[in-house]
Each structure stands twice: as structure tokens, then as C-alpha cells.
């Protein structure tokens, strides 16, 4: 494995990374297509968690927030989608090292490979200059997302979908407890439950918008 390339060493420094050893942060760019003996991946693992920690304290240390609603914009922060845009901001696409064939095939621009080498060059700051180091360049970063509210306004079932799977609970369960007025103008009250949580009620013209009601009002008291 050849050294770093002087422009990507430069790049790398000149976005907040610091570089002492070039085949760690080589490895971190590197996808697994090119066939070199070390790649990004070992490093990704790493710089998943570094990345969620980070971002978990941020969220904990800004935001007065239910357990359940920073659980939504850790999770929004932290996907692969936000990663990779992080990725396309500072410039990574043209530094990544890829076969032909990925090039070929779009890897160049794909949220799976720019997430991923995101991680793994979170995961070398770590290991060369310590959590506090990491961090900070998460915070500086990821601070326009964070700032700008991302997460804030997922859907409401959706977000309750999550907090269950997230808290070990069962699905929840929705149901129509009761439907009135003539079809014209019909009123639908449906009852959402999570077993062993709680549940809440919503009503609403539709029975799909009955459901985002209650699963909204479920949140509130529970999440």
C-alpha cells in the first residue's frame, strides 16, 4: 500500500483531521474493491460508536429532551444518508480509493461508501489523537445538521415505531375504537398500544390520520 497522495494528506489536515501515521488514514479511505491487504472497514466499526457517543453528548448537554425524542435525532444524525453528506461537504468523493468497477458503478457517490469511509476517518482521529479530539470534529462537522433541527419532524408513527423496537417493547398496535358522523364528514378515534407502556388515543377525518394523531399523543406522554 503506497503512501497518502500530498493533495489528500493536505485535504485531510485542512478539514480538521490530524495525520501522523499515512496507512491508518490510507486504510480509512480505502474501499474493499481495490483489493489492498487493509481497508476502511475495521476502522468504520470504530467510528460508529465514536460518532454516536459524540453526538449522544451533544444532544444530551444542548437539549432538555425526553429519552425518546433525542433517541429520533441521534438516530438522524448518525444514518448513513447523514454521514455521507457530511462526506460530500468536505469533499471525500474525490479522495476515495475505489476499483474501476466501483467507480463505474456509481461508488464514487454512493451513501453506503461515502457513510462508511465518514466512520472510518472518525474512527483513525480516535485512534491517533483520542476521544476529545473525535468529538470536537463530529461537533464541527455535523454542527449545521445539528443546528438546523434534523430529526425533529419525523413522522409520528414512524417515530414511534423506532422508540419500541428501540426500548426492546413489542410493535405497536393501533385500532379504530370508534368511527362517527355520515361519510361525508366521519370522525375516526383509533388507540394505539405499546404492551407494558401505556397507550393513547387520536381523532381525526381519516382513519390514517387518526393513527398519526394518537401515535403523536403517545409520544408525548411516554417517549
Known amino acids: ?101 466501483a467507480h463505474a458503478d456509481g461508488g ?31 461537533h464541527f462537522l455535523w454542527r449545521p445538521a445539528l443546528e438546523s433541527g434534523e430529526g425533529k419532524a419525523k413522522h409520528p408513527k414512524s417515530a414511534l415505531q423506532e422508540w419500541a423496537a428501540g426500548n426492546q417493547r413489542r410493535p405497536p398496535e393501533y385500532e379504530v375504537v370508534e368511527r362517527a358522523g355520515p361519510d361525508h364528514a366521519a370522525r375516526f378515534t383509533v388507540r394505539v398500544k405499546v404492551h407494558k407502556v401505556g397507550e393513547a388515543e387520536g381523532t381525526a377525518s381519516s382513519k390514517q390520520e387518526a393513527e398519526k394523531m394518537a401515535a403523536a399523543e403517545f409520544m408525548e406522554k411516554f417517549g
Not at 500530498?6 to 474493491?33: C, I, N, Y
Open 1 to 101: 500500500m503506497s503512501g497518502l497522495a500530498p493533495e489528500t494528506r493536505a485535504w485531510l489536515e485542512d478539514v480538521g483531521f490530524t495525520v501522523k501515521q499515512e496507512p491508518m488514514w490510507l486504510a480509512a479511505l480505502t474501499h474493499g474493491s481495490t483489493g489492498e491487504p487493509l481497508n476502511y472497514e475495521r476502522l468504520e466499526f470504530l467510528g460508529d460508536r465514536v460518532l454516536g457517543l459524540a453526538v449522544a453528548q451533544w444532544l444530551y448537554d444542548r437539549f432538555d429532551a425526553p429519552e425518546g425524542k433525542l433517541a429520533l435525532r441521534l438516530n438522524a444524525m448518525v444514518s448513513r444518508a447523514m454521514c455521507a453528506e457530511v462526506g460530500r461537504g468536505i469533499g471525500l468523493p474525490g479522495h476515495l480509493r475505489i476499483s474501476k468497477q
Open 108 to 138: 464514487r457517490d454512493s451513501d453506503n461508501i461515502l457513510g462508511d469511509v465518514m466512520e472510518a476517518l472518525l474512527g483513525a482521529q480516535f485512534v491517533e489523537n483520542g476521544y476529545d479530539a473525535a468529538r470536537d470534529l463530529v
